[in-house]
């Protein structure tokens, strides 16, 4: 059977999610039951189900598609996850006007654009015509920071 | 008749016609950013209501519900960003379309097919108030089961070409909705003692995620390798001629079809019926290879389903008084601060007032048209903006769009989560809209097994099952429509072979 090496890789990825989503399962025993149905009973006929699926993925054969030629890992998308990791840590702490500056910013720059006048510029401006939209007219309140 | 006449009167004045045409405006700029959707719209305007008359009233939310739900396709076909949980499915054929250089037509199909499903749940719903609205207190928990389940069968449909990867995305989508409490003993799930999961994930942090930050991870790379959409030159939408229809007018009366009929029962939304739709066209297409490549059955089954719901959903609102979603309960609170009282009543008492709504939508579906044309124009100056400063302006939309729905920074963080988890698994080949369906669907679902389990008592499964026929025809729909994609693909694998 010509298997691929990706969905071995991934069916035992979805095979160790089961099996620690079965752990979160476990220890609850004395919960209120209904009818005999323990409300975890649903979540575990579902993992259980994920757990079979882990299994038929590693023995898949996968296709080739034209997305494959471009890299999985690379610098700019690494950037890319750790800068929106940072910028949901950090919007309700530095609040949005800075975080959502400089996360237009370090966008722009992880996406190679080296123009930094108009960056900063345009970052800016859309930055203050947003939260104007969002603090008047949608009459949402953005976050201004708690450590200030 | 005398009512009927009486009421497209009260609906064409000029204050109601203008009050329709703002809402539709409103709505459809809401809907286009991501994130933000049908219920903010209508919450903002509900206060801009009080001293209006209520038929004024009444056109101004619909024309925003009515806007809201076809303004997310722009964002869909443009920036392959979903404004909306139910354009999630416009972007799959949407964007590659655009990326062909054929935006305009692409937005022409979304909005004749949004218009086109629009006007006919309308008529349905002139017709067969009534009886459409006795039809829908028929579904117990047994029918709405079968249901939800006939809804997951779509799974298989949209994960051709990756079975076993759909079904696993699928699957977390329904563990995605276990997330908090359980629904018949509140015991907490998966909340890994975070207090900010305790109520449970809402819907819009993980569309976005799913569909617009991964798509930003997605092109920090592919702005390499691959073209971007071009701003559109001339005109910003181009309807599809009559003989571009030919083949397709079956598919667009079946969707506009499952979206009315999606509508009327309560619980479900706009979201479910594109899913269901996109999943029926994928399954019985003679297009259905070229789905994901730019075909426009997909774009007509996901936006006449979806925008048809807007009419079902006024079916329980109107005869029953019983809201379907927020949206519907905003729009039900509207009546009651005008005076009127949704339900048995309001069609005995003021039939003006329920057909001067039925007629207010008609004209909101007509007017979004010129109001699609005002938004994708403006859109269009987006996309003129270099792409690194355009997606920075996407993440932060995103955001914003995640956590204006509650006003929670867990939202925040849930999207950042999803969108990243998605990318990677966008990159292994899992497809992306059985996630958003699983999730979609999962809390209904499991409730509905409880409420059944409940129901059931000392019976047989057996005897409870048959008890229902409109269950039974549900149950056999959804085995069908499991069984007949592997069967189709098995008698075509065998013509193949014999043709050799």
Sequence with gaps: ?148 | MEIIINAIMEAFTPLTVGMNFLGVLVGMLIGALPGLGSVVGISICLPFTYGMHSSAAIALLLGVYAGSVSGGSIASVLLNTPGTPQAACTALDGHPMAKQGKSAQALGWCFAASILGGLFSCVVLILATPTLAAFALEFGALETFALILMGLTCISSVSAGAQAKGLAAGVIGLLLACIGPSPFSSLQRFTFGLFGLSGGIDLVPVIVGVFALSEVIVRAESILYEKRVEAMKGGAIILPGLREWSGRVALLIKSSAIGTFVGIMPGTGAATASFLSYGEAKRSSPRREKFGTGEPDSIIAAESANNAVTGGALVPTLALGIPGDPVTAILLATFAIHGLSPGVRLMAESPEVVYCSFVTLIIANVFLYPTGKITAKLFNYLLRLPEPILMGVVVVLCILGAYGSRGNSVDVIVTVISGIAAYFMRRQGYPMPPIVIGFVLGQQFELSIGQMILFKGDQSWLFYILSSPLACILFLIALILIILPHFSNYMSKKKITSDI
């Design chain 1, 1 to 148: 059977m010509n298997l691929s090496r990706s969905n071995i890789f991934n069916g035992i990825f979805v095979l160790f999610v089961s099996v620690l989503l079965f752990f979160r399962t476990t220890g609850k025993e004395d919960a209120f039951t209904t009818e005999g149905i323990h409300p975890m009973d649903y979540p575990r006929a579902l993992i259980f189900l994920l757990f079979i699926l882990g299994i038929l993925i590693a023995f898949t054969k996968s296709k080739k598609t034209e997305e494959d030629r471009i890299p999985i890992v690379t610098r700019r998308t690494i950037s890319m996850c750790i800068s929106l990791i940072f910028f949901a840590i950090l919007f309700e702490k530095i609040g949005f006007a800075l975080c959502a500056f400089g996360g237009m910013m370090l966008c722009g720059i992880i996406m190679g654009y080296r123009r930094f006048v108009l960056l900063t510029c345009v970052s800016a401006i859309s930055c203050a015509c947003i939260w104007i939209v969002f603090t008047y007219v949608l009459k949402i309140p953005l976050p201004t920071g708690t450590i200030w």
